[in-house]
């Protein structure tokens, strides 16, 4: 027999807590870790391929992609924290380097980054250390290491610099620095001061330039290392703040709590059009970079509420993780702080820019807290989970597709899917919830009384369920809701229970180490096993239901049969939590505190025998195989669902011996098939306008297109017809001028021969003429070279005679001078002689006067010594002055800054108002000339002023003109005016009227209510005479029972008669005139009513005609008025002009006045 293995087939759920926790590897593909392994999940196809970590791993902490998307880097804690390279493009992700930190005892590493060639990494140790490692990690080389913050300041974020590989970026709270790898170490080469500031994340957006992320909501612009400008993110606008003394000083002033009011920036990423952060929780704001080098908010994307909650959901409050951006950037994914994964297509957010944006989940909503309930059904491949998170669902383990979920107010601790997969069974806090799962939604059907369940269980036929109660179990009747059964024999709380194939035999196992096997007909115990050293976590039925297998804090499994431990699996050093039995018998799968699965031999092996996957990081809390063999689920603290192929050693799916056949049937209510069916017919009827709609829209546009086209192909063939024309012209014109070129090259030609004729003649002559001055200059030549000969041998000559004649004079002066020499030396040897006697006498002197000296300055120094001790005193006091005095300096030196700054501006105020005085120079110099050009214009106007003259005719003409065309205009208005007078007092009296109206009516309303009340009244009297009526016919029965005794009978018709008989009559009578003259009344009032209500329509009608009217006579006023004043505008421009025209060309005997005419 083959052994059976446990293949990784899908996995749901996000683990929280990893630094840059998702990541693209293709277009298509993201990688992310789940549980102990990392995703690598196809969003097309929805496969995925699983890399798992290290047996002895305690966790996740940071991932990394190379840029080339070819390497994968893990970090991993346990004895000594590793880092794991795993090549990606390999199908199984083989692994390729372990790098560790060398010899140091290192924790883990919090954050890691690859260089842009992919050669090189770094990772950021944890505190207290916090040393950043410098790795070549193909050779597992660490190159440099250096200490980049405090114990108390932790490092969020590493990263190189994208266009060099030896840069690099660190930012943490009050810690950003940047270093640079040369000469086998790191040094920095930053020194800004942000030691107030909590750096969450950070990006390179150019070679020096990187944008840095805070708790406070703010974007600071690092340009070389140091601080200059801040990006406002404000809803009103991003613009820049490029001083730099504001940056800094807004730096300083973080010392207030901000945190409050601004949005935390937990996630920034730069692309080709700028950059993407995180805005707060559940928020994504793309920024734009500008023209002026500066950032610009262009759209904001939003998680969009869950609306399976039943109340204000948190999921647009979820804290954003992570952010990644695909390669060919046309998709944004993210992590958030729960557990989620959102994308959104970058490209349908450029198009749909007036719409608000919202991300979608990348795969399916998932756990974002412990799983607690773990349960499959027979009839469907459904599987139904519980969390601590309030959400039940309900996943497809065949399709891998989260088909229901919901979200509840309390927790959910258990659960179970009925074998149809029609109902579920959810344990909550307070109440035990038997609920229907319809076709969109989990409704609840029935509560029973069971608080904090922690188990149940359906029967395998359904008709039955099981629920545990503390240590208590209720059985329950799935048909009439009963509690059968109230199994009670455990002291601790019950931590598993299963039933029997044939559910006669329920099993049960608890925190007080027993184990008990139930008859579900009769309640007693059958068998029993109690070990108190060993609390049960969970137990099994085995295949044929003959043992119980079961798991302990004992770190063991035992099989027990007939109240023995029949065998038992050595213990190991991780304690088992969950156990599941396949129903073919031939494997026993047991789930692990620490979060690994093991595929055990069935019948059980006597030494430990088993096959370890990597699944979860948390301890698995539930195991469960599907009932035709084919999938194990697990799940686990960590909130993810794995989901597992059970397969022979050759790949084969195991044989169920069983026919399972899955059925497809849902529930749906009537009320939401009605008003789906409802949705149906509205969409096709919307459907069918549109489609006719989209037709004549398709109709028209056709109609038009053909129109410009055929207008286009008309000017098309015109304007072919014209080029062809023009060119036709053109070839007759070249033609010309080729003709015309000919003749004037062949003029040219013969002119330039005769020409060149010319100058050879010329030349030719002139080339005689020089050869003959050449000759005449040649003779020249050897003559002066003749006498400059001559000239040579008389000053040779001359210059021997003079060099005799020196030597003789020079050496008579040598000797006078060497005469002279000796004396001065015997003169100099006596002067040494007297000088050395001097010297011994001073010596004598001096060696008296400083043996003085020493006695006097040795009295000096104890005094100096005293007053030394003085002075330390008070210098200990000036220093105090003196650091007082350095602070007021600095203070000063601030000061001066700012001074500096403001000559500085002063300066530049000065230079733009030379600037001004030399334009205003320039201007003055214009001016005057253009004064000398207005002297020369007036005399010209002179000269127009003729012109004026019969121009002032021609306007005093129109004017009158245009008085005569005024006047009967003038009459209309008024006529107007007096209509408008009119219509205004009719609309005066109707409105009269209508108060009149209105004032009958609420007359008669008041009447009516009158007569309402009356009418009451009446109904009451009636009702009165209805109960008297009865009364009467109370005592007439009575006085039928003494028929037989006279005198008893006499009395009580005497008693009726006395009561009944005058009321009766009189109030009959009067009822009757009553109602008659009420419907009368009524019948009056309502015709009156209508005659007033047909009145006033009328009159609203009237109304309406004369506003109208009213209406259209002031438009037709107020574009009167318009005219009037446009004319009233061109008569006084007119009589404008003719004073400029008065003013500007006075009388010929005038002299001329010089004005400035503009």
Same mark, same amino acid.
């Given at each position: 027999m083959s052994a059976v293995v446990a293949q990784s087939h899908f996995i749901l759920g996000l683990r929280t807590g990893v630094r840059n926790n998702v990541c693209f590897f293709d277009e298509q593909t993201v990688v992310f870790p789940c549980g102990n392994n990392c995703v690598c999940y196809n969003t097309v196809h929805r496969h995925q391929r699983f890399i798992p970590g290290s047996e002895k791993s305690q966790g996740m902490r940071a991932l990394a992609i190379s840029p080339n998307r070819r390497y994968l880097a893990v970090s991993e804690c346990g004895e000594k924290a590793t880092i794991t390279v795993f090549d990606l493009q390999h199908e199984q992700g083989r692994k390729r380097k372990v790098l560790t930190a060398g010899e140091g005892p290192v924790q883990e590493f919090v954050c890691m980054a690859f260089s842009p060639d992919s050669k090189y990494l770094i990772g950021q140790t944890c505190g207290p250390d916090w040393m950043l490692i410098f790795w070549l990690w193909e050779k597992q080389k660490v190159l440099a290491s250096v200490k980049t913050s405090i114990s108390?300041?932790?490092?969020?974020?590493?990263?190189?610099?994208?266009?060099?590989?030896?840069?690099?970026?660190?930012?943490?709270?009050?810690?950003?620095?940047?270093?640079?790898?040369?000469?086998?170490?790191?040094?920095?080469?930053?020194?800004?001061?942000?030691?107030?500031?909590?750096?969450?994340?950070?990006?390179?957006?150019?070679?020096?330039?990187?944008?840095?992320?805070?708790?406070?909501?703010?974007?600071?612009?690092?340009?070389?290392?140091?601080?200059r400008r801040e990006i406002n993110t404000s809803p009103k606008g991003v613009q820049e703040q490029p001083d730099r003394q504001v940056g800094t000083r807004m730096i300083r002033d973080t010392d207030v709590d901000e945190a409050s009011t601004v949005s935390r920036i937990t996630a920034i990423l730069s692309y080709s059009k700028g950059f993407v952060c995180s805005m707060g929780p559940g928020t994504v704001c793309l920024f734009e970079k500008t023209e002026e080098d500066s950032y610009r908010k262009s759209r904001v994307i939003k998680i969009p509420p869950d609306p399976h909650s039943n109340e204000m959901t948190q999921a647009d409050y979820q804290e954003i993780d992570t952010m990644c951006i695909s390669p060919a950037e046309e998709t944004l994914a993210i992590s958030t702080d729960q557990g989620q994964l959102y994308s959104v297509g970058l490209s349908s957010v450029d198009i749909n820019k007036e719409d608000q944006a919202h991300f979608e989940f990348l795969s399916q909503s998932f756990h974002s807290k412990s799983i607690t309930g773990l349960s499959v059904c027979l009839r469907k491949p459904l599987a139904a989970t519980s969390s601590l998170d309030r959400s039940v669902r309900i996943w497809n383990y065949e399709t891998k597709v989260l088909e229901l979920y919901k979200e509840f107010q309390e927790e959910a601790y258990s659960v179970a899917l009925h074998p149809t997969g029609l109902f579920i069974l959810v344990g909550f806090s307070d109440k035990l919830r038997l609920m229907n799962l319809v076709i969109d939604d989990i409704r609840t059907f029935k509560e029973f009384t069971v608080r904090s369940c922690r188990e149940c269980a359906f029967s395998h036929g359904g008709h039955m369920f099981a629920a545990v109660n503390g240590n208590v179990i209720h059985i329950y009747s799935n048909t009439s809701f009963e509690n059968i059964l109230n199994l009670k024999g455990h002291n601790g709380k019950i931590?598993?229970?299963?039933?029997?194939?044939?559910?006669?035999?329920?099993?049960?196992?608890?925190?007080? *180490?027993?184990?008990?096997?139930? =008859?579900? &007909?009769?309640?007693?115990? /059958?068998?029993?096993? %109690?070990? !108190? +050293?060993?609390?049960?976590?969970?137990?099994?039925?085995?295949?044929?239901?003959?043992?119980?297998?079961?798991?302990?804090?004992?770190?063991?499994?035992?099989?027990?049969?007939?109240?023995?431990?029949?065998?038992?699996?050595?213990?190991?050093?991780?304690?088992?939590?969950?156990?599941?039995?396949?129903?073919?018998?031939?494997?026993?799968?047991?789930?692990?505190?620490?979060?690994?699965?093991?595929?055990?031999?069935?019948?059980?092996?006597?030494?430990?025998?088993?096959?370890?996957?990597?699944?979860?990081?948390?301890?698995?809390?539930?195991?469960?195989?599907?009932?035709?063999?084919?999938?194990?689920?697990?799940?686990?603290?960590?909130?993810?669902?794995?989901?597992?192929?059970?397969?022979?050693?050759? *790949?084969?799916?195991?044989?169920? =011996?069983? &026919?399972?056949?899955?059925? /497809?049937?849902?529930? %749906?209510? !009537? +009320?939401?098939?009605?008003?789906?069916?409802?949705?149906?017919?509205?969409?096709?009827?919307?459907?069918?306008?549109?489609?006719?709609?989209?037709?004549?829209?398709?109709?028209?546009?056709?109609?038009?297109?053909?129109?410009?086209?055929?207008?286009?192909?008309?000017?098309?063939?015109?304007?072919?017809?014209?080029?062809?024309?023009?060119?036709?012209?053109?070839?007759?014109?070249?033609?010309?001028?080729?003709?015309?070129?000919?003749?004037?090259?062949?003029?040219?030609?013969v002119k330039h021969s005769r020409q060149l004729e010319d100058l050879e003649t010329s030349y030719s002559q002139k080339l005689i003429v020089e050869h003959e001055r050449y000759q005449d200059l040649q003779h020249q030549y050897q003559r002066m070279q003749e006498d400059f000969e001559m000239q040579l041998k008389s000053a040779e000559e001359n210059k021997i005679q003079a060099v005799e004649e020196l030597t003789q004079s020079y050496e008579a002066q040598l000797q006078e001078k060497t005469q002279h020499l000796a004396q001065y030396q015997e003169e100099a040897e006596q002067q040494i002689r007297e000088f050395k006697k001097i010297i011994k006498q001073v010596e004598e002197e001096e060696e008296r006067k400083i043996h003085d000296i020493q006695i006097k300055y040795e009295k000096k120094l104890h005094t100096e010594k005293e007053t030394n001790t003085n002075l330390k005193g008070e210098t200990g006091i000036m220093a105090q002055k003196f650091h007082s005095l350095q602070k007021q300096i600095d203070d000063r030196g601030t000061d001066v800054n700012k001074m500096k700054q403001e000559r500085q501006r002063l300066l530049g105020l000065i230079r733009s108002l030379e600037s001004d005085i030399e334009d205003l120079k320039r201007q003055i110099a214009g001016h005057e000339k253009t004064n000398q050009d207005k002297d020369k214009t007036i005399s010209g106007l002179k000269k127009k002023n003729q012109e004026l003259e019969k121009l002032r005719f021609v306007l005093d003409f129109q004017l009158s003109e245009l008085k005569k065309q005024t006047e009967p205009q003038q009459d209309e208005i008024n006529e107007k005016k007096e209509r408008i007078r009119q219509l205004q007092e009719e609309l005066v009296q109707t409105d009269s009227s209508n108060t009149q109206l209105k004032l009958t009516v609420s007359d008669l309303r008041l009447k009516l209510r009158t007569r309402d009340k009356e009418m009451h009244k009446e109904m009451q009297n009636v009702k009165d005479l209805e109960i008297h009526l009865q009364r009467l016919k109370s005592d007439l029965h009575d006085c039928v029972g003494f028929i037989q005794e006279p005198r008893k009978l006499k009395e009580s018709v005497q008693m009726i008669y006395a009561r009944y008989v005058t009321e009766g009559v009189e109030k009959s009578g009067v009822d009757q005139d009553v109602q008659r003259v009420f419907c009368r009344q009524l019948d009056h009032l309502e015709r009156t009513i209508n005659s007033l209500k047909m009145r006033l329509t009328k009159s609203a009608e009237e109304k309406e005609k004369i506003l109208k009217g009213n209406i259209s006579l002031i438009t037709e006023i107020n574009e009167l008025r318009k005219e009037l004043s446009l004319m009233r505008t061109e008569v006084k421009n007119y009589k404008a002009q003719l004073t400029l025209y008065k003013r500007s060309h006075p009388n010929p005997g005038e002299g001329p006045k010089h004005e400035d005419i503009s």
């Open positions: 108390n300041n932790p490092i969020t974020q590493v990263s190189f610099n994208p266009y060099n590989n030896m840069q690099l970026c660190v930012s943490g709270t009050g810690v950003f620095k940047l270093f640079r790898y040369s000469e086998g170490a790191l040094k920095q080469s930053s020194f800004p001061k942000v030691e107030t500031i909590n750096f969450l994340c950070h990006t390179w957006m150019t070679a020096e330039r990187v944008i840095a992320g805070t708790d406070t909501g703010r974007l600071l612009v690092f340009e070389s290392g140091d601080l931590r598993g229970i299963e039933w029997s194939l044939d559910d006669g035999r329920l099993v049960s196992c608890g925190m007080d *180490g027993a184990v008990y096997e139930w =008859n579900t &007909q009769t309640g007693k115990r /059958e068998s029993e096993s %109690v070990l !108190k +050293s060993c609390s049960y976590t969970d137990v099994a039925f085995s295949s044929d239901c003959k043992s119980l297998l079961a798991v302990g804090t004992d770190l063991t499994l035992k099989e027990i049969q007939d109240c023995q431990v029949l065998r038992e699996i050595p213990a190991d050093e991780v304690a088992h939590t969950a156990v599941a039995v396949s129903h073919s018998g031939r494997v026993v799968f047991t789930g692990t505190a620490s979060g690994t699965i093991r595929a055990i031999k069935y019948p059980l092996p006597i030494q430990k025998d088993w096959i370890m996957y990597q699944a979860h990081c948390g301890p698995v809390t539930k195991m469960v195989i599907t009932y035709d063999d084919q999938f194990l689920l697990t799940a686990s603290e960590d909130g993810c669902l794995s989901m597992w192929k059970i397969i022979d050693k050759e *790949g084969r799916g195991l044989k169920s =011996n069983r &026919q399972i056949v899955h059925t /497809e049937e849902i529930l %749906v209510t !009537k +009320s939401d098939l009605e008003e789906k069916t409802q949705n149906m017919l509205e969409l096709k009827m919307r459907l069918e306008e549109l489609q006719m709609e989209n037709e004549y829209q398709l109709r028209l546009k056709d109609m038009n297109y053909n129109e410009k086209m055929k207008d286009i192909s008309d000017k098309f063939v015109q304007q072919i017809e014209s080029l062809q024309t023009a060119q036709q012209a053109m070839k007759t014109e070249m033609g010309r001028q080729e003709r015309e070129h000919q003749e004037s090259s062949a003029e040219v030609t």
